[in-house]
């Protein structure tokens, strides 16, 4: 495909068909269009930093498998 845009008439079809393609439309576009001046949420950002940072932990108890399958008692 060349580097010109192409047009799709849309107009030819239900506007199920219509409002499916332009779902798939805007999905190829996120998936293989990198937006450079993309702004991170505060959100994205908190998490981001939240990944980075290493989470100290005093001990790592592992249960046996007897104790993961050990029936509770409801009593």
Same mark, same amino acid.
């Given at each position: 495909?060349?580097? %010109?845009?192409?047009?799709? +008439? %849309?107009?030819? %079809? $239900?506007? +199920? *068909?219509?409002? %499916?393609?332009?779902? /798939?439309?805007? /999905?190829? !576009?996120? @998936?293989? !269009?990198?937006? @450079?001046? =993309?702004? @991170?949420? *505060?959100?994205?950002?908190? /998490?981001? =930093? /939240?990944?980075? &940072?290493?989470? &100290?932990?005093?001990?790592?108890?592992? $249960?046996?498998?007897? #104790?993961?399958? #050990?029936? @509770?008692?409801?009593?």
């Amino acid at each position: 495909m060349s580097k %010109l845009a192409r047009r799709i +008439d %849309l107009s030819i %079809l $239900p506007d +199920d *068909a219509g409002k %499916l393609l332009m779902d /798939f439309y805007d /999905f190829l !576009v996120k @998936k293989y !269009v990198k937006n @450079k001046t =993309k702004n @991170k949420s *505060a959100m994205d950002k908190e /998490f981001d =930093k /939240f990944i980075s &940072e290493s989470i &100290e932990v005093e001990e790592i108890v592992i $249960p046996t498998r007897e #104790e993961i399958h #050990e029936r @509770k008692s409801l009593c």
